[in-house]
Each structure stands twice: as structure tokens, then as C-alpha cells.
């Protein structure tokens, strides 16, 4: 009787504890929707994670990150860049305009898991109020321009991208969500863009304590650049200058031009968070860039041989007279590397352990220039040949560059700034939409802009099938994957890749 | 433990019941799939599309049926129903049946390439692999209606691209293709804008070889031929209203059957072997001509080809702009291009090349370094797009302070090659400027060097020269230099150094105007430094001593 007492016990024991683990449906690795989205801390953790979804992939996914993702929809295209040792197959399909929608480059998968981060913490964030005494709306508006703007950042990419994209809002939270989405016209993927920064710069501060903040998190100033420039595609163009406007005259955190010296590389890119800042996203070297392999170790991209004579000039009578943006800032002349990632100053590299040079998303003379650009959209070039001269001055460019035109010569200064603009954010994910930008103004009025540049580099063989092409405004943007139209049956593929 | 076995006994009839129950459930046997794939192949494929229910029909006449439907790697231009229904009218017929066998044959296998090909791999000329019929197709694209497409043929337009089957690819085509049946002979004799440039061609005897069906020689080459025609309108503008006027003009031996009259040259130069679409015109620097020995120079400036526009002697030379529209002409047996301008044989008397071998156009962009005293720059085999060599990875470009005695050579710099020998590095070759046709003595000169290669040969176009250079002997400051050029030695440049010395390599016979290889082949050890300093090539009618070289500058001395 009394074994049987004993074994009962012993029994009841053993089921009592492992019934508990066993039936446990929650995973054991990770936190769940219940658990978090409790305290303030949770919804900063979030916010952070989304900052670390912009530098790196989780470690979960396979997928190249944010940055080398524009790097090659920005720059492929722009007749900057040529093909080095290591260019995948893919990558020369986009140099020369031959993308199929089989190229796993336009694939956007990485674009949507940042603007899921961002919907997780708009949807989520708000109910935390009422769970923790200790969190202010203050906090949670400054957490949610966070989110809001860093996902307009997302879709602007992706609507000059692909044009048209699925508009999705709210967070996936389930797999009962609806994913067969359709895409939303290019122009109402702008609307939205602007209407959310116009919310987050209500919510934005101004600055934050520290200068790595001020330049690596979402203020105020980076939402009005960011203005500016979804402004400008819209041809928006008083709306535009406004935007710029409010920047420039911040006084509460204020930007200028670092003058021309040995020095200014180091600081404005070696280093990074200069007052010439305005947005970058910062690697550390706890935290490495992706560039030190993609220009340096196993090279994928170089520049394209004409772009140091072409772009910045060469002055082959005074080698020392040399804008300071082109040779061993942006690139390296004879070996045409790529060195604005991977350079320390004028004559060394960083080491692959101190490789954190930050990815520049937005940067002062980038604000000038679209600031430039607007003005002479609205006939008043002489302000912006006044800006365009200030930024040469600052930068040392050389004669060679300088044009003779003058302010009532629209399609001059819009070439001039389009120059300009090469020779400053040569590298920087820029040029492929500076080109498309003004090539679509007035119903693409201007698309010689982008004819010209594949002219000048498309390979001898494909140039006539490539100009041909390009003369089709829908072959400027890339292909929906075929994988995502095979797993979302409500999208429909644009229609030049048939 | 005895309650345990005690339980079992109890339990028994239990147990066996679910080891039983386990059994007979898990026997049932699971089916598997016995394919691997369930692709369905180009015949199949189609027979399940309406859409393309006539092209199935002519495969089920011409017998083709079958062999679409087997494995392989294809490549199917698929035209649609409405293409098929163009092509009955042209024919003149109501059903496919009607269509002659052979000729429904020949369009088949038009259609059908032998790999498969996907639109990346297009370009503005002929895809790499011709057709089952044998006769190439071209590619291209064009921009009307608002949308851009991929064109085959200038006239098919690609509807929709790479779609992907069991045994290969299908684009789909708006167009049927059709068999290019005449020969360059006819398509220049039916054209009537063509008639001058057709009598001349009738006159000169060519007609009959442009007339002749492709044939294959020993190493299966094909015997294509491109043809650069022009309009009667372009004779014309050139002052030529007929035929008799060109012969006038030309003609001067009066028989234009003779290869060597000069009407004969006239047509001659305008045949190329080979079947050179504009795409690869657009990468052919210089073409082979039929007229003996002359090149054409071929150049793509912006989006515009231009024949013979070169620069020579620092005078650039207009060249003749290729028409686009109109060229790109299929023929049997070759292409037809068309020109704007009349253009005739470039007579260039040759001229002498001094090739700085360290004027690379890679070195060149280094400002900083490029003649630019006390500096030097190292550059790998992969960067130097007009040299390759065999072995370590990096030539140096050396400029020389000023006062240096290694700063005495022209231009005062020197193309450093450390160690020239078998294992560090040889056979370096170099791609020359353009050298015009005529007979050249070759001079190598280079700042001596105890341990440089004793012993070197030089090749022009793979055909070796008949001295070899010893780069560690010093120049020769004493013997009147006529004596020494008698010996194949000079004092290249001035004021001289002892340090430096120029070698004569040999005679060459430059058979092509053009840009030509030459190579250095180092026959003995190197410990150090190969340093050289100007190859040149100077007719043999010139004198070869002057002008001579300013020493560390960039003039020439005549005397």
C-alpha cells in the first residue's frame, strides 16, 4: 500500500512537471508579441532594431544589405561604375540594361522586412502607453517619426525603383494576413511618402544629446532633406525649396561646408559625422560595413575608366590642381577602385578591422544641390549658380569643370547641377535617379539625359538595343522578382519586360 | 520488478492488439511520384496553347512535330496565329498544306536554334549560334508606339520573352521569319537604288563570286562575304551620275576585270570575308578588305559608326558614317551595309612610329605621375588594357628625378619591368599604335642594366626579329655614329648618355595598316631591372638616325 502511495506520488510528480514544458506551444528561442511590447525599453529595443535592419540582415536571412542594395539600383545604371573581377552575372545583366525578371537583384525582399519592422513598432507602439506609467507621448511621437520616416525612406527607394509597389500599412502579424496584394501607382506611393513625413516631422525632434545621434537617427532635419527630395520627384518644386529652407536655416542644429584640406576626407567619410552630416547610417567597427569586401577584397564593382577625366576633371599640366572629391577620395586613378569606403586619407586604406565607414544617405551639399535644383526649376537660376559655385569653391574643383552658363539657361544649370552632383555623391547610390529624376520632368522631356549616358557606356555590340530600350520609360524601372508574382497572384508585371 | 512483468502478463492481449493494429496501418503502400519533372517539352507545350495552334500545324506538316517534343536545349521563336495568317497571304494561300513543303521546311527551322538562348545574350547583331537552317538571326530593338521590344530580323517583335519549357526556351513573335533567299549578288542588283554600285559590280567580275552560295574550307570556315555598298545617291554627291563616269575615273588600266585596276580596288575594298554585322563592325577596329592587304579602320564615335576616321600625324581624317537604317542586310551568303559618303583606298605613305612604352593609357591617367619628375607607379596585367605578360602581377611606370641618370631617356621616364625572365616575368607584349603598311627597322632603346636580361628577342606579330638585345651594353660614345649605325647601333637621344643605348632589332615588313603586337622574350636570366625607353619604327627609306630624342624632354632633334 504503501509503494502504491509512493508510486502515484512519483508519477503525479513526474507528469505534473514535463506536462508543463511539453504542451508549451511558445518558442523556446525567442520572445513573443505577449511578453513584449510592455515597457518603454521594448518599444526603444524596437526602434533600434530597426536602425540595425538598415546596416545589416538579420542573421536569419541570406540577403545582401539595405546600403549594397542601393548602391547597385543607384549606381548600375548611372554609367559611373563598370564591372571588376568579382561582378556576379546578374550585375552585368543591370549594367547593360539586360534584366530579366529572374535577376535576383530585383528582388525587394530586403526593402519589405525594414517596412515590417516599422509597421510592427506604428501598430504596436502606442498601446505600451497605457501599460508603462513611465513612458511619455513625447517618447512614443519621437519613436514613431522614427518609424514613419525610415519607412517612406523605404518605399521612396522602391517606388524609383519599380514604380509601382504594394502599399502595405499595418504589420504583418500573422499568417492569416493578406499578402496577395496589388501594387499602388508610383504617384500615390509618393503621396503616402510625403504625407508620413509630414506626420513624423510634427513627432521628430529637433536633436538629440549626442553629434553620433544627431547624424545617425531621424531629426527633424532629416525628415525636411528627405522632403526635399520626394518634393522634387513630385516637380513640386516651391514645396520643395521650403523643405530645403527649413534645414538650412535650423539654427538648432546647424550645417556647413568643411573647407578644402588633406584632412576633409578623412573627416567627412573616413571618419563620418561632420557638419556636413545630415544622415548616415552608422557602422562601427563593433559593427562592419559591407564595402571593404565589395570595393577592396573581392572587388565587384570599379569605376568606369572615363569618370576620372569626364567627371572631375584631370589637368594634366599641375597634377596638384585636383578637386578633392575625384582622385583618391572617390577613387583611385589607374586602378579605378572605388575608394570612398575603403580609404583612411590620401595614402591609406583603413584595415579591414577598422572598416566602419557609414553609408551616407543624406549629406549637407546633397540638400544644397536638390536646393539648387528646385530654384532653377522655378527660374531662378542665378540662386542656384550662386550655390553650385559656393559647393566648388569649398570642394577646390578645378576650371576644367566649370561651365559657362548662365542663370536664365534653365537646361544649362539643370545639366550643371546634374555635373555637379556627379562629382559630389560620385558612389553614394545617387546617380541612376539624380538621371531619372530629371530625365521624367515635363512628361520626360529629358530623356536624352538618360540616352547619352548609355551611348557613352553601353558595350559597342548592345549600345543600339540598349538606346532602343531606354527610350521606354517602363524599362527605367526593374522587373517584379518572379518569385514574388508567383506567390502574390495580384501583382502584375510592368509591362516592357514581357 | 516482479508487479512489472506481473502488469505485462495483464496488459498482454492489449499490447498485441496495437503492435497489430501498427502493422497492418503501416503497410498500406505509400505511393511516389516516378517523374522527376513535369515540364511538358516545346510540342506539348504548344499542343495545350490555341494561341499557337497554326505553328503546331506546320510542325505536324513538315514532320517536325516529334523532334520538338524531345529532350534537348532549344531555342523556339514562336510566331503567333496571326503571324502564320500574314504569312498564308503572302503565299497567296488558304491553308498551310498549300505552302510548298521544302520552303515550310527551311522557315521551321528558322525558328529553331540548337541551344538555348535567353534576351540577355542578344545583341545588336547576329545571335552566336546560327539557325538550323544555317542562316544567322540578327537582334535588335525598337522604340515605336510607346514601348520598347526586342526586334529579330529588324521586322519580328518579341511579345513575350524566355518562356522556359522542358527542352529549352520560347520568344514568342509577332512575325513569321523568313529564309533570306538571295544572294548579295541579287540583293544588290534588285535594289534600284543600288544600280551604279550593280554595274560596277557586274564590270569588275565580282558579281560572280557575290552570286556564289556559302561553301565551307578545310577548317569549316564559312564563306560569308559583308558587302559596304552605296546608293546611287551617294555616288552622285561624290560627282559620279553613271556608271561610265565612275570607270572614267577609275578605270585606269581600262580593264576592270584586272585585280590590279583600279575600279577593281575600288569594289574590292568594299568586300570583307566574314559575316560582319554592324555589332561586330562596332567592335572590329580594323577590317580585312579584299583589295590585297588594306584594312578598313572602323570606329564608334557616340552612337555613329565611321569608317576610316583615324588620326595620323596628329591631323584627324573625317571618316565616312555608316548608315544605320538601312544596313544590317540579310543576304544568302552575307550582309549589306550602306554608307553616306563616298569613300575610297586611304595611299598612306608609311610614317615613322616612336612607341614610348610607357605611354599607356593607364599610366597616362595617373596625372600626378606621368611625366611628372620623382614619381613611379605600378600598374597589374589586368589594368593595362594595350599590354599582357606571363607571370608577376605588376609593370612600373618610372619618371626619374630630374639630374637622375636614369632620367635621360625621351621624355625622361622609362617602363620599369623588374626581373624580365622565365618565372618572374616574360613574354611581355605590347599592342602598338597604328603602324601604316611598308617595310620598318625597329630599334629598341633602354637604360643598360648589369642585371638585366643578356639576352632578349623581340617579335612583331608573333614573327620574330632577327637580332637579339642585350640590355646590359652600354651605349657607344665614341665611334662616329654613321659607323655605328652600320654596326645596328645608334645614340637615340640628345645630349647622350652612356648610360643608354638603342639597338637595331631587324627589318618588318608591316603587311596591314593597323595597331600590331610586339613582344619581348627574355632568353636569359634577370636579376634586376629591365628599363626601356622608345621602340621605334622607322621606315626604311628614312634616315634612322635623326631626329633623335630630347634627352629627358618630349622634342625632336632634326639635326
Excluded at chain 1, 362 to 375: C, N, P, Q, S, V
Excluded at chain 2, 237 to 252: I, M, V
Excluded at chain 2, 305 to 329: C, T
Excluded at chain 2, 417 to 432: A, H, K, Q, S
Aim: aromatic share 10%; with cysteine; hydrophobic share 40%.
Amino acid at each position: 500500500m504503501r509503494t502504491r502511495i509512493f508510486n502515484v506520488i512519483l508519477l503525479a510528480v513526474v507528469l505534473l512537471q514535463s506536462c508543463d514544458n511539453y504542451l508549451d506551444l511558445r518558442p523556446e528561442n525567442g520572445t513573443t508579441r505577449e511578453e513584449f511590447w510592455q515597457t518603454k525599453e521594448d518599444v526603444k529595443a524596437a526602434v533600434t532594431g530597426i536602425y540595425l535592419s538598415l546596416l545589416n540582415t538579420p542573421p536569419s536571412e541570406s540577403d545582401l544589405t539595405i546600403p549594397e542594395y542601393i548602391f547597385m539600383y543607384g549606381e548600375l545604371r548611372g554609367g559611373m561604375v563598370s564591372a571588376a573581377q568579382y561582378t556576379s552575372d546578374d550585375q552585368i545583366d543591370m549594367l547593360t540594361t539586360n534584366i530579366l525578371p529572374s535577376n535576383s537583384l530585383t528582388t525587394w525582399r530586403a526593402f519589405y522586412r525594414v517596412i515590417n519592422f516599422c509597421n510592427t513598432v506604428i501598430d504596436l507602439g502606442p498601446p505600451v502607453l497605457d501599460l508603462d506609467p513611465t513612458f511619455t507621448q513625447e517618447e512614443l511621437n519621437t519613436y514613431l517619426a522614427e518609424a514613419l520616416t525610415i519607412r517612406a525612406y523605404m518605399y521612396f527607394t522602391l517606388a524609383r525603383t519599380f514604380k509601382d509597389v504594394p502599399l502595405k500599412l499595418e504589420a504583418t502579424l500573422s499568417d492569416e494576413d493578406n499578402f496577395q496584394l496589388p501594387t499602388t501607382p508610383q504617384a500615390d506611393i509618393f503621396a503616402q511618402v510625403v504625407q508620413d513625413l509630414l506626420d513624423a516631422e510634427a513627432m521628430a525632434v529637433e536633436t538629440y544629446e549626442s553629434v553620433a545621434e544627431n547624424k545617425g537617427k531621424i531629426t527633424k532635419n532629416t525628415i525636411n532633406t528627405m522632403l526635399t527630395d520626394v518634393y522634387l520627384w513630385q516637380e513640386d518644386y516651391d514645396n520643395a525649396l521650403i523643405a530645403a529652407d527649413k534645414v538650412i536655416t535650423n539654427t538648432n542644429e546647424t550645417y556647413e561646408l568643411i573647407e578644402a584640406s588633406p584632412s576633409w576626407f578623412t573627416s567627412v567619410y573616413a571618419r563620418g559625422n561632420t557638419s556636413e552630416s545630415i544622415f548616415e547610417l552608422q557602422y562601427t567597427t563593433q559593427n562592419l560595413n559591407p564595402f571593404y569586401f565589395m570595393f577592396l577584397l573581392a572587388p565587384q564593382y570599379l569605376a568606369e575608366a572615363s569618370v576620372l577625366e569626364d567627371v572631375f576633371g584631370l589637368d594634366f599640366n599641375d597634377p596638384e590642381n585636383k578637386d578633392i572629391r575625384g582622385e583618391r577620395a572617390s577613387m583611385v586613378p589607374g586602378t579605378n577602385e572605388i575608394y570612398k569606403y575603403t580609404g583612411f586619407d590620401e595614402n591609406n586604406r583603413k584595415s579591414f578591422a577598422e572598416s566602419d565607414t557609414h553609408w551616407f544617405i543624406y549629406r549637407y551639399a546633397d540638400l544644397l544641390l536638390m536646393k539648387a535644383e528646385a530654384l532653377n526649376e522655378l527660374n531662378r537660376g542665378e540662386e542656384a549658380l550662386l550655390i553650385i559655385e559656393e559647393l566648388r569653391e569649398a570642394r577646390a574643383a578645378i576650371d576644367l569643370t566649370e561651365e559657362q552658363v548662365t542663370g536664365d539657361n534653365k537646361n544649362g544649370v539643370r545639366q550643371y547641377i546634374l555635373a555637379e552632383r556627379a562629382r559630389e555623391l560620385a558612389f553614394e547610390g545617387k546617380r541612376w535617379f539624380d538621371l531619372l529624376r530629371n530625365a521624367r520632368k515635363e512628361n520626360y522631356a529629358y530623356i536624352n539625359l538618360i540616352i547619352n549616358v548609355a551611348i557613352q557606356s553601353a558595350p559597342a555590340n548592345q549600345q543600339q538595343t540598349i538606346v532602343a530600350k531606354l527610350q521606354d520609360p517602363n524599362s527605367h524601372y526593374l522587373p517584379i522578382n518572379e518569385y514574388e508574382l508567383y506567390t502574390n497572384k495580384a501583382l502584375v508585371q510592368n509591362p516592357f519586360y514581357k | 520488478m516482479e508487479k512489472i512483468f506481473k502488469l505485462i502478463k495483464k496488459w498482454k492481449f492489449s499490447i498485441v492488439i496495437v503492435l497489430l493494429a501498427t502493422i497492418i496501418l503501416c503497410c498500406s503502400e505509400e505511393k511516389y511520384k516516378e517523374t522527376t519533372d513535369e515540364t511538358l517539352n516545346i510540342t506539348e507545350y504548344l499542343r495545350t496553347m490555341p494561341e499557337y495552334s497554326m505553328f503546331v500545324e506546320i510542325l505536324d506538316v513538315t514532320g517536325y512535330a516529334s523532334f520538338m517534343n524531345t529532350y534537348g536545349t532549344y531555342t523556339l521563336f514562336l510566331p503567333t496565329n496571326d503571324a502564320i495568317t500574314n504569312l498564308m497571304a503572302d503565299f497567296g494561300v488558304s491553308s498551310i498544306s498549300a505552302i510548298p513543303i521544302e520552303e515550310l521546311r527551311d522557315i521551321v527551322k528558322l525558328h529553331i536554334l540548337e541551344e538555348t538562348i535567353t534576351t540577355t545574350s542578344f545583341t545588336d547583331g547576329k545571335i552566336a549560334s546560327p539557325s538550323m537552317q544555317g542562316q544567322f538571326l540578327i537582334t535588335g530593338a525598337t522604340y515605336d508606339g510607346g514601348s520598347a521590344s526586342i526586334t529579330v530580323n529588324k521586322e519580328a517583335k518579341i511579345t513575350a520573352s524566355n518562356v522556359e519549357v522542358g527542352n529549352g526556351v520560347m520568344h514568342v513573335i509577332d512575325k513569321v521569319l523568313r529564309v533570306a533567299d538571295k544572294t548579295l549578288a541579287e540583293t544588290i542588283d534588285t535594289d534600284a537604288s543600288l544600280s551604279i554600285f550593280a554595274e560596277a559590280i557586274k564590270a569588275t567580275g565580282w558579281y560572280d563570286k557575290l552570286d556564289q552560295p556559302v561553301t565551307y574550307d578545310e577548317d569549316s570556315i564559312p564563306s560569308y562575304l559583308t558587302v559596304i555598298a552605296q546608293t546611287d545617291e551617294v555616288f552622285q554627291k561624290a560627282g559620279f551620275n553613271s556608271f561610265d563616269e565612275l570607270k572614267a575615273r577609275y578605270s585606269h588600266l581600262n580593264d576592270p576585270t584586272n585585280l590590279e585596276d583600279s575600279l577593281n580596288l575600288f569594289v574590292a575594298y568594299r568586300i570583307s570575308p566574314g559575316l560582319n554585322y554592324l555589332a561586330d563592325l562596332a567592335v572590329t577596329p580594323a577590317l580585312l578588305t579584299q583589295a590585297p592587304l588594306e584594312v578598313i579602320s572602323v570606329k564608334l564615335a557616340a552612337d555613329s559608326l565611321l569608317i576610316n576616321e583615324e588620326v595620323f600625324n596628329g591631323v584627324l581624317e573625317k571618316g565616312v558614317e555608316i548608315n544605320r537604317e538601312p544596313s544590317d542586310e540579310t543576304a544568302s551568303n552575307g550582309v549589306v551595309h550602306l554608307v553616306k559618303d563616298n569613300y575610297f583606298i586611304k595611299k598612306r605613305l608609311p610614317q615613322p612610329v616612336y612607341f614610348d612604352l610607357g605611354d599607356q593609357p593607364e599610366f597616362r591617367q595617373l596625372s600626378a605621375v606621368f611625366r611628372k619628375p620623382g614619381n613611379y607607379a605600378s600598374l597589374s596585367d589586368a589594368e593595362l588594357s594595350s599590354m599582357s605578360w606571363e607571370g608577376s602581377p605588376s609593370v612600373t611606370y618610372s619618371c626619374p628625378a630630374i639630374g637622375d641618370g636614369n632620367a635621360a631617356g625621351w621624355h625622361g621616364d622609362l617602363l620599369d619591368v623588374l626581373r624580365l625572365r622565365d618565372g618572374y616575368i616574360n613574354n611581355i607584349e605590347f599592342t602598338t599604335p597604328v603602324i601604316i603598311k611598308g617595310q620598318y627597322k625597329v630599334w629598341v632603346s633602354y637604360r643598360t642594366n648589369p642585371r638585366a636580361p643578356s639576352s632578349a628577342r623581340a617579335f612583331f606579330n608573333d614573327v620574330p626579329l632577327s637580332r637579339l638585345l642585350n640590355m646590359q651594353e652600354y651605349g657607344d660614345s665614341g665611334t662616329p655614329e654613321r659607323v655605328l649605325e652600320s654596326q645596328g647601333y645608334k645614340r637615340h637621344i640628345e645630349p647622350f648618355s652612356s648610360r643608354f643605348n638603342s639597338r637595331l632589332m631587324g627589318i618588318i615588313n608591316v603587311e596591314t595598316t593597323g595597331r600590331h603586337t610586339f613582344r619581348f622574350q627574355s632568353l636569359a636570366y634577370a636579376g634586376g631591372n629591365s628599363w626601356f625607353d622608345v621602340v621605334e619604327f622607322r621606315p626604311v627609306d628614312m634616315d634612322q638616325l635623326y631626329p633623335k630624342f630630347e634627352s629627358s624632354g618630349s622634342g625632336l632633334i632634326y639635326d
